[in-house]
T-cell receptor, first 115, second 115 residues
């Protein structure tokens, strides 16, 4: 069965320092993996996705994530945090077996960026 | 072009009443998804529509929940005899074909409060 674990419910960084949001997944087959961001009072927005191409995926706003099959991880990183990055981040997995169309969502990581 | 829209944006109802939530997907998108996001939780899959195929209702939490999609476009999620535990943000998403790895585009959600 698929599952997603976001290892930190809250992360706090200073502006200009690196961001690391951790995600581990469990999937029976080759998965698709996504990171979504949800700013306060705004809709969910896709940051980036992995779909079996390059293992290092670059997304919007300077974020990137690396798919590591051996570690079953898909951690989200950014070299330098900006105040506008403060939001809730969700790691999502979809098993690509058969007709499975459901996305399995992590519980989210709340990112705070301090001046 | 216009994104996914949902109405109403907020709904307050009394326990036991029925509610209808509406979703207008992006024009041309054949796949439509409903999710529920409870406070402090990740997204919970409810139901998935793909073209003219039978919907995947496996995520509906009880028989009080139902959804339909008329003409392959607009969808309505109905909750009968609402309970306080139904209070959540209900999110609709659409994608072009519903294939693996495809990006889902989310609406702003309907915030439901059951008193």
């Amino acid at each position: 069965a698929q599952s997603v674990t976001q290892l930190d419910s809250h992360v706090s960084v200073s502006e200009g320092t690196p961001v690391l949001l951790r995600c581990n997944y469990s999937s029976s087959y080759s998965p698709s993996l996504f990171w979504y961001v949800q700013h306060p009072n705004k809709g969910l927005q896709l940051l980036l996705k992995y779909t079996s191409a390059a293992t290092l995926v670059k997304g919007i706003n300077g974020f990137e994530a690396e798919f590591k099959k051996s570690e079953t991880s898909f951690h989200l990183t950014k070299p330098s945090a900006h105040m506008s990055d403060a939001a809730e981040y969700f790691c999502v997995v979809r098993d690509n077996a058969g007709n499975n169309r459901k996305l399995i969502w992590g519980l989210g990581t709340s990112l705070a960026v301090n001046p | 072009g216009a994104g996914v829209s949902q109405s109403p944006s907020n709904k307050v109802t009394e326990k036991g009443k029925d509610v209808e939530l509406r979703c207008d997907p992006i024009s041309g998108h054949t796949a439509l998804y409903w999710y529920r996001q409870s406070l402090g939780q990740g997204l919970e899959f409810l139901i998935y529509f793909q073209g003219n195929s039978a919907p995947d209702k496996s995520g509906l939490p009880s028989d009080r929940f139902s959804a339909e999609r008329t003409g392959g476009s607009v969808s309505t999620l109905t909750i009968q005899r609402t309970q306080q535990e139904d209070s959540a943000v209900y999110l609709c998403a659409s994608s072009f074909q519903g294939t693996a790895g495809e990006t889902q585009y989310f609406g702003p959600g309907t915030r439901l409060l059951v008193l």
